[in-house]
């Protein structure tokens, strides 16, 4: 006999609309704090999804008349538990200006939980120079931090459980925007 | 591709253990580790706290400091292991040799022996290492031809239907078993020439077609590699003198220019100058030859890093 398998109830945390304003808010919070001098200011974003949003970001500062730059960041080969995880991660191309120092730079990543990622994200970013300042964008922060990592932008944040998952679906990977928090059980 | 992968090798003994879908995942990771050798900190931390072991009991410096670097580029540790100055030189069998290194701990074992088949034993005595084949007698070269394959893929683009000519030493050659195999299993077109002398007996098995000429088999072609002409493997003279192999075999200036006009000239080196390749086609700018070396650190950073990642829960 075959045990049905556990179906996660899915709960919208943030629908298209919503998600459209949160990202408004935080390209504002941006073009507000993050300054950048002589060259563009570089918005890198954190694969996979965390380019979508990024690349959202420099439309929207563009449209603003803020100058930026999009970069991508593969954080795979930095990562803390290549040992531990079940399937090994794909390691993707990170596509940067050859050195970052002296760059203002703005991580872009979707979700904000342990911090693990974004650890591995500046030490990822420090092996290509030293930029004049990292400043860390998510849209929705979860908390549940095991490294003193904080951002200083934040789209949404969200109280959450062990027990929860939370996944942004975006129109360029997953057919639509919206946010859903799953419980496992 | 997916986000995620499971490479489900714990060794990297034969080309022929790897299906499509792992050739070309070994391809992608490694465009990401040459990205990092073009940086200017070219290392990252991914295999820290790994010891890699250099088993070369057969000469080579391309090779063995090409791996080299690729561990050191993870930050693995790596430890070079000589057979000319270990007790292999004292009667020690080959197999003790391996049992004494393998006390202190490796993650992995790059081994290079001029018995074919030799890493495959020691990967079968020895539990808890990943084994990977540097060139094993006259079996295979996996890492060549996964570097010569990701050559042609970044200046050729598509490898499917691709046309490959292999020209010289088939018989003896591990780089060509290797290419050979690797290739037609991934839809390329391969035609192979050399001295009759030095094409087994019924190549055609492997998926090639033999040309009769250099001439045919290099009219059509969009690769043209060249064997290295290997004087320690003859044991009894195949041909009468190098002089006459350059002439009836060699890739000369004269029958590059009776090639397509963007044929790439490649060659797994080191090269015979004036043997198997006139001096001017290996430094000409059809040649590609030293970017095949930078793309054999980039592979074997790939090989490196899948292999550590697998997942351990099944391991072939």
């Known amino acids: 006999m075959t045990r049905a398998r ?23 919070q941006i073009a507000g704090t993050c300054h950048a001098e002589a060259t563009p200011l570089l918005i890198v974003g954190i694969h996979t999804r965390g380019v979508w949003l990024a690349k959202r970001l420099v439309e929207r500062l563009s449209g603003q008349g803020v100058a930026c730059e999009l970069g991508t960041l593969d954080i795979n080969l930095y990562r803390d538990d290549l040992s531990e995880v079940a399937h090994q ?74 027990r929860h998952n939370v996944k942004v679906q975006l129109v360029e990977s997953d057919g639509k925007d919206q946010v859903v928090l799953q419980e496992l059980r | 591709m997916s986000d995620t992968t499971a490479f489900q090798h714990r060794h990297l003994l034969s080309v022929e253990d790897l299906s499509k879908r792992d050739v070309e995942l070994i391809l992608e990771t490694a465009r990401s580790m040459k990205d990092i050798s073009r940086r200017d900190v070219k290392k990252v931390p ?108 970044e200046v050729k683009g598509k490898i499917k239907n691709l046309r490959v000519t292999l020209l010289g030493d088939i018989a003896h050659s591990r780089v060509a078993r290797s290419n050979m195999l690797l290739l037609t299993k991934m839809g390329a077109r391969v035609v192979v020439h050399g001295p009759r002398t030095l094409l087994p007996y019924d190549v055609e098995q492997y998926g090639v077609t033999v040309a009769a000429s250099v001439e045919d088999a290099i009219a059509e072609a969009d690769v043209i590699m060249c064997l290295r002409v290997q004087q320690e493997r003859l044991h009894a003279f195949a041909f009468p003198s190098t002089r006459e192999y350059a002439r009836y075999f060699g890739l000369s200036a004269a029958r590059l220019r009776a090639t397509k006009p963007d044929a790439i000239v490649m060659h797994p080196g080191p090269v015979n100058r004036g043997v198997e390749i006139a001096p001017e086609v290996a430094d000409g700018e059809r040649a590609v030859i030293l970017q095949q070396v930078e793309n054999g650190i980039a592979v074997r950073m790939a090989i490196l890093f899948l292999l550590a990642g697998r997942d351990t829960k099944e391991t072939v």
Do not use: W
């Not at chain 2, 197999?95 to 004494?100: E, H, K, M, S």
């Open chain 1, 6 to 28: 556990a179906v996660p109830i899915e709960k919208v945390l943030m629908t298209a609309q919503q998600l459209a304003r949160a990202i408004h808010t935080m390209a504002r």
């Open chain 1, 89 to 162: 991660p794909v390691v993707r191309r990170s596509e940067l200006p050859l050195t970052l120092s002296g760059r203002a730079v703005v991580l872009v990543d979707d979700v904000l939980f342990t911090g693990r990622t974004a650890r591995a994200a500046l030490d990822a970013l420090i092996d290509y120079g030293r930029p004049h300042y990292v400043r860390f964008a998510v849209l929705i922060d979860r908390g549940m931090r095991e490294l003193p990592i904080q951002p200083d932008i934040v789209g949404r944040a969200v109280a959450t459980e062990p």
């Open chain 2, 46 to 153: 991914a295999l820290r706290g790994k010891s890699v072991m250099n088993c070369f009991f057969e000469a080579s410096t391309r090779t063995r400091t090409s791996f080299e670097i690729a561990a050191k580029r993870l930050s693995a540790d790596i430890v070079n292991f000589a057979p000319t100055q270990s007790a292999l030189t004292k009667g020690e069998s080959i197999i003790d040799t391996v049992r004494t290194l393998y006390a202190m701990q490796p993650d992995m074992l790059i081994v290079r022996h001029h018995g074919s088949g030799i890493p495959l034993r020691i990967a079968q005595t020895l539990p808890n290492v990943s084994v990977v084949n540097a060139g094993d007698g006259m079996h295979e070269h996996p890492t060549q031809a996964l570097l010569d394959l990701f050559t042609m893929q």
